[in-house]
């Protein structure tokens, strides 16, 4: 099992930043990729972005430019740096880990609990 620990959230006025952290803990044995998926009221859950082993990057377009994903210095924490908020970036947003683990050593996603953004106008 793979706990997932999200951080960062709050209320921010458009047009100001906010950092999202988030830190996996469990009986992990490795970590395919790390990303970010945002729900907001009455809409689907979407991909915000993600983050590979190697690094490899991928943006939602409404973000791209605004918000960058990073890993931390352990492989198990994942940041992401918002800018330049907008009010259509409020949500719930998720933390989400693709790994393998020693009792379930096939690839298996893994969410957190989720964490509120909320910009105002």
């Known amino acids: 099992q793979v706990h997932l620990v999200e951080s960062g959230g709050g209320l921010v006025q458009a047009g100001g930043s906010l950092r999202l952290s988030c830190a996996a803990s469990g009986s992990i044995v490795s970590i395919n990729s790390m990303g970010w998926y945002r729900q907001a009221p009455g809409k689907q859950r979407e991909l915000v972005a993600v983050i590979t082993l190697t690094g490899r990057t991928n943006y939602a377009d409404s973000v791209k430019g605004r918000f960058t994903i990073s890993r931390g210095n352990t492989e198990n924490t994942v940041y992401l740096q918002m800018i330049s908020l907008k009010p259509e970036d409020t949500a719930v947003y998720y933390c989400?880990?693709?790994?393998?683990?020693?009792?379930?050593?096939?690839?298996?996603?893994?969410w957190g609990q989720g964490t509120q953004v909320t910009v105002s106008s």
């Open positions: 989400n880990a693709e790994a393998r683990t020693v009792f379930r050593p096939r690839a298996t996603v893994y």
